[in-house]
């Protein structure tokens, strides 16, 4: 079974740790070099988000992120207490094609995670977020 | 993240090596603000030994790309690697900068 567990607390400096454990699970299980990008880059935006605004206390919380492989697919569960949002309802618009002068500077980290995910869902429930993300490997 | 430079003429080359995330983009982004400052408007970007970057890192390129244009200045980036030119596709920036293959190349924008 490929899984792994990776329980963080809300804070930026987790990052860290977060690479350095995906790091080791696709070391273990000699998976592509390109999904490790992938998922380090899909999983920083996501956290992010939910340390920079899913908090309104200053109270320590704690955010669940699995990951599992089944043949060749990557399932990555991202889960927290945080207020509810649901970041897949999120749109970039037109913002991509606008010319240089015109470009809002941020704006782009769940634009990368849909894009590079293949399949999407969120739930709310019990006062969590769930998302769960798929990706073929 | 390390971060290095060296001045060719009137170009400035700042290299990037490790991880430009979350947690270190505004050390980049306060020393390009200070080159800048400084009177630098010519820059070169090296991203060969730039292995990762999230949408904090793409921030601060655009940032930069803006402010260096509203000194009439020029910027170009060279060597990303396969999988950050890919982000760069996905974030449509790959319209808005010089892009070079290495710092030689990134030299004949100037």
């Known amino acids: 079974m490929k899984n792994c567990q990776i329980q963080v607390k809300n804070v930026i400096t987790e990052l860290e740790n977060i690479s350095g454990k995906l790091e080791n699970f696709w070391e273990t299980h000699s998976l592509p070099a390109r999904s490790l990008f992938e998922t380090n880059l899909v999983v920083e935006e996501l956290f ?3 340390v920079f605004y899913g908090y ?3 109270a320590e919380h704690h955010i669940m992120i699995d990951l ?7 399932i990555i569960k991202i889960e927290d207490d945080a207020i509810a949002f ?3 309802e999120k749109e970039v618009g037109d913002e991509l094609v606008k010319p240089v002068e ?3 500077i941020g704006g782009l980290g769940i634009h990368l995670v849909k894009t590079l995910m293949d399949k999407a869902e969120y739930l709310r429930k019990d006062g969590r977020n769930i998302l769960t993300l ?3 490997l | 993240m390390k971060l290095s430079e060296q001045k060719h003429g009137q170009v400035m080359v700042i290299s990037i090596a490790g991880r430009l995330d979350t947690t270190n983009f505004q050390e980049l982004e306060s020393r390009l603000v200070q080159l800048i400052d400084q009177g630098e408007k010519f820059l070169v970007i090296n991203c060969e030994n730039l292995e990762y970057i999230s949408s904090s890192g793409l921030r601060v390129f655009l940032f930069t790309l803006k402010k260096v244009g509203q000194q009439k200045g020029k910027m170009a980036l060279c060597g990303l690697n396969s999988n950050i030119s890919e982000i760069f596709t996905i974030a449509g920036f790959s ?3 010089n892009l070079a293959k290495d710092e030689a190349e990134a ?3 100037f």
């Open chain 1, 102 to 104: 015109d470009r809002q």
């Open chain 1, 48 to 50: 992010t988000n939910i």
């Open chain 1, 134 to 136: 798929h990706k073929n």
């Open chain 2, 107 to 109: 030299m004949t924008f």
């Open chain 1, 56 to 58: 309104t206390d200053q």
């Open chain 2, 95 to 97: 319209s808005y900068f």
């Open chain 1, 86 to 88: 649901n970041p897949l």
């Open chain 1, 68 to 74: 599992c492989v089944v043949d060749s697919e990557l």
